[in-house]
Nanobody, 122 residues
Framework: VQLQASGGGSVQAGGSLRLSCAASGRIFSTYGMGWFRQAPGKERESVATISGSGTNTYYANFVKGRFIISRDNAKNAVYLQMNSLNPEDTAVYYC????????????????WGQGTLVTVSS
């Protein structure tokens, strides 16, 4: 599975961005997908994940009510709609895939994209 994340950029606090992740592979719909982020000097952390069918979604507490993860299996894509952004959301955001897992534990994800930078200014 190859992943390509896009949609990052610079935005002011309170603004919104939509990240996209394009995936290769004919069995995309069987993979759990997730968004993760890493800020400078900090460890990678989980943001949101979604099951293969899209039925189950999981969110880190710090994004609940602000971010929405979704997927379109017909397009082999997963999205992260980010609203009410704040400077603490500044990070490189990665999408990742797992053949067997769809929870928030990022160490269970086997395939990673290259990341897209999100910068939120106050």
């Amino acid at each position: 599975v190859q992943l390509q994340a896009s949609g990052g950029g610079s935005v002011q606090a309170g603004g919104s961005l939509r990240l996209s992740c394009a995936a290769s592979g004919r069995i995309f719909s069987t993979y759990g997908m997730g968004w993760f982020r890493q800020a400078p000097g900090k460890e990678r952390e989980s943001v949101a994940t979604i099951s293969g069918s899209g039925t189950n979604t999981y969110y880190a507490n710090f994004v609940k009510g602000r971010f929405i993860i979704s997927r379109d299996n017909a397009k082999n894509a997963v999205y992260l709609q980010m609203n009410s952004l704040n400077p603490e959301d500044t990070a490189v955001y990665y999408c990742a895939a797992s053949a067997k897992y769809s929870g928030l534990g990022y160490r269970h994800y086997d395939y990673w994209g290259q990341g897209t930078l999100v910068t939120v200014s106050s």
